[in-house]
């Protein structure tokens, strides 16, 4: 089957942020800043939002399991396994993998990794490719096919199987986009709002007093007296002592409302952020109304409303790519994310007595998710349970 015959021609790029992209500029916003996600990331905001969601998501272990008829088993042989918690690929780590895999998604809305195979038909590496250097088309086969260019220009082509393709929020179901993309302007705002403060303390220092005399200034005593100021200006020197002569009196001006709104702006722009990624402020280093309690709640809802959508996505990508269709309807990808919620050693020891007491965990089993070594006689499960049942059940008899 000849590949290249099976690539349509491309059609022109008609959307300006695509256009501006390819170019490196970015997308034009009424603030006046070229937005792209290189620049996004100068926002420190935006920068801890991808990088929290990226690194949480990187650090969990992911398990393959195979459905029986009494659930499911682990599969720790499975090359999946292999793949995502070990080595997958020559040069990476299965952690520095993840992260690119993600941030790639958050940043551009696409994630791609090359998928190759062994002599038996198993992928055997993934290799990361950059989003910019990919073009997705639909085949008439109703299937898509990759075109990658490399470094050097090189041009390669690849059919469906052999790409990993993680989109955010698509309209078409081919191309992914980005929070970056779609929530451009209120990005643009926030790079103004960092622009116009850096270039406040670069240029000078800000007018917070005015200095009043009754006599009237010669032009030589004018000329030392701006003099003196230029030695205070910009941010190393705007706690220098000033020296006052000749009457004159500093009246200081307090904090001007265009400043206040100015920083309030800046932590609305924190807010936008955590609005765009769906994740609190909290985690973007915004501590503002943060409680122990609700510090804690933020976690639980990390988890489950901004983290599990974002692994659904991953498993249901990986198993697609990464398991046979003939095993697909057995396998289960699945990540590990307990040790996101673990909490105090109180309250993990209050649950693990809650669980052994119950009957749901043994004793070894509690052992080992604190990372202890199995006892004698640990493996064994409490009957406590099924002793309070025939004690309720005889008093409701009696």
Not at 20 to 26: E, H, K, T
Not at 265 to 272: E, N
Request: hydrophobic share 35%; charged share 20%.
């Amino acid at each position: 089957m000849n590949l290249l015959k099976m690539f349509k021609r491309s059609e022109p790029v008609t959307d300006t942020y695509e256009l501006l992209q390819s170019l490196g500029l970015g997308s034009p916003t009424a603030s006046g800043k070229h937005v792209n996600s290189e620049v996004a990331q100068t926002l420190p905001a935006v920068y801890c939002a991808v990088s929290t969601i990226a690194e949480s998501v990187a650090s969990l272990p992911i398990h393959v399991y195979r459905r029986t008829d009494e659930g499911k088993q682990r599969q720790g042989r499975h090359h999946v396994e292999r793949l995502l918690n070990q080595t997958p690929n020559a040069y990476q780590t299965a952690y520095d993998f993840k992260m690119g895999l993600l941030r790639s998604v958050l940043l551009r809305g696409n994630g791609y990794a090359h998928i190759t195979f062994d002599g038996t038909g198993k992928p055997s590496a993934l290799h990361l490719l950059h989003p910019e250097s990919i073009q997705v088309e639909l085949l008439s086969t109703g299937r898509l096919g990759y075109k990658h260019t490399n470094a050097k220009g090189k041009e390669s082509k690849y059919l469906q199987d052999e790409i990993l393709h993680i989109r955010y929020h698509s309209d078409d179901g081919i191309i992914g986009k980005s929070p970056i993309q779609v929530c451009r302007e209120s990005i643009g705002l926030g790079l103004a709002q960092q622009e116009h403060g850096a270039s406040q303390f670069k240029n000078g220092m800000r007018v917070s007093g005015v200095l009043e005399t009754d006599a009237k200034l010669t032009d030589a005593q004018f000329t030392a007296l701006t003099k003196m100021f230029d030695k205070h200006q910009g941010s190393a020197n705007s706690n220098k002592p000033l020296l006052l002569e000749g009457g004159l009196k500093w009246n200081q001006i307090g904090l001007a409302n265009n400043d206040a709104q100015w920083l309030e702006s800046r932590l609305f722009t924190i807010s936008d952020v955590a609005r765009m990624f769906k994740i609190s402020p909290i985690f973007l280093m915004d501590y503002t109304n943060s409680t122990y309690s609700n510090f804690s709640e933020a976690s639980r809802a990390f988890l489950t409303q901004t983290l599990r959508p974002w692994l659904s996505n991953i498993q249901e990508g990986l198993a697609s790519r990464l398991v046979s269709d003939s095993n697909r309807a057995n396998t289960i990808i699945e990540f590990e994310t307990k040790d996101l919620l673990r909490a105090t050693a109180e309250d993990r020891f209050n649950v693990y007595d809650i669980a052994i007491r119950n009957g749901v965990m043994n004793p070894n089993e509690c052992r080992a998710a604190e990372n202890m070594p199995p006892r004698q006689g640990g493996e064994q499960f409490s009957q406590s349970w099924m002793q309070q049942d025939q004690a309720a059940t005889k008093q409701e008899t009696d």
